[in-house]
């Protein structure tokens, strides 16, 4: 049987291992890095997996660093590329210890995190705006950026909330994990947790469910939370939503000299080409932030909080800036005195 495979088979094989053992995000996240490889292997005629080499490796390096990207998308490309790699040496479809001849980029902590978030006076106006707008109140785009913000959950977790999963009485949300009827949490069971809301969140999800949500079942019978006139929302979905939520243009004039009336950049299938727009993620990263900043850097329990784990949180996602370090510390060191034999 032969054993030679294409960058494209070989990289559908690897994808289903992983799928065997790994969470759907997780495997997302690689078939996106690897379709970058993917393609580049088929515009450059590479056919084969044992047509791979170092040199072949260094180019496609030099290529993704040539594009507009990040040093930490750099190098998760060739992390990616490894483990394909390795996956490809145990299978033998490629020679031994070409997985070897993949550099990956020692990088900065500064490159290492991304320093893109919604900072939370953007936040801040953002939200106000929606809570005083007849418009806007209780729209989806409201009402889950009020539940991103506030809870710092991922895209996955707000996706599978159900409508059960609320508790207005209490102000509380309940984050499941339900890979059978494919919501799971991105740390399994370990992610489920109820998480308080204030009263301006209760009052922007009340509205969106009296006034906005369609309702509809999933394709599992489930009642979502928010949902779309087809049931569950997809993630490309709720992530249209926060784009477009999070453009300055809504509130105040666009940073890029634009009109909004007539930017392409406003409608749900542009809006996360605008510079100023952020996604999920980035909410997230900003709301973890500014809960760091309102609970005296208490990391425990904000890692409690949003699922995380400390370590992640002190290394990913502690975006305060030197002037914010530097009044924090003020606050709590401002009697330090050499005189003061206590200290």
Request: a negative charge.
């Amino acid at each position: 049987m032969s054993r030679e495979l294409s960058p494209r088979e070989a990289a559908d094989r690897f994808l289903s291992r992983r799928r065997q053992r790994q969470a759907d995000e997780t495997v997302r996240s690689y078939a996106h890095r690897l379709s970058h490889f993917v393609e580049w292997c088929e515009e450059n005629d590479i056919e084969r997996m044992r047509e791979i080499g170092g040199w072949e490796i260094d180019e496609y390096r030099h290529h993704r660093e040539s594009g507009d990207v990040s040093p930490s998308t750099v190098k998760s490309a060739m992390v990616s590329v490894k483990q394909l790699l390795e996956f490809c040496e145990r299978i033998e479809v490629i020679d031994e210890d070409v997985a070897k001849k993949v550099e990956i980029p020692k990088l900065t902590k500064d490159e290492e995190t991304s320093d893109e978030q919604l900072p939370a006076d953007r936040a801040r106006k953002v939200l106000a705006y929606f809570r005083d707008s007849d418009q806007w109140f209780g729209t989806a785009w409201h009402a889950s950026l009020e539940v991103f913000w506030h809870t710092a959950c991922r895209l996955g977790g707000l996706r599978g909330l159900d409508l059960g999963d609320y508790d207005p009485d209490e102000g509380t949300l309940w984050f499941h994990h339900r890979p059978e009827t494919k919501t799971p949490l991105k740390n399994d069971a370990e992610g489920e947790r109820i998480v308080s809301v204030n009263d301006d969140v209760v009052a922007a999800l009340d509205m969106y469910i009296a006034r906005e949500r369609s309702d509809k079942r999933d394709m599992y019978g489930r009642d979502p939370l928010f949902t779309t006139r087809q049931g569950r929302p997809s993630r490309t979905t709720i992530r249209s939503w926060c784009y477009q939520a999070t453009q300055p243009c809504l509130y105040t004039g666009c940073p890029h000299s634009r009109e909004r009336h007539s930017c392409e950049w406003t409608s749900r299938a542009q809006a996360g080409k605008c510079p100023s727009s952020r996604s999920p993620h980035a909410v997230r990263t900003g709301s973890i932030t500014w809960l760091l900043n309102v609970t005296d850097g208490d990391i425990e329990w904000v890692a409690r909080r949003v699922n995380s784990k400390p370590a992640t949180i002190r290394r990913y996602y502690d975006k305060a800036t030197v002037v914010e370090e530097f009044e924090e510390r003020q606050q709590r060191h401002a009697d330090l005195d050499i005189n003061d034999e206590s200290t």
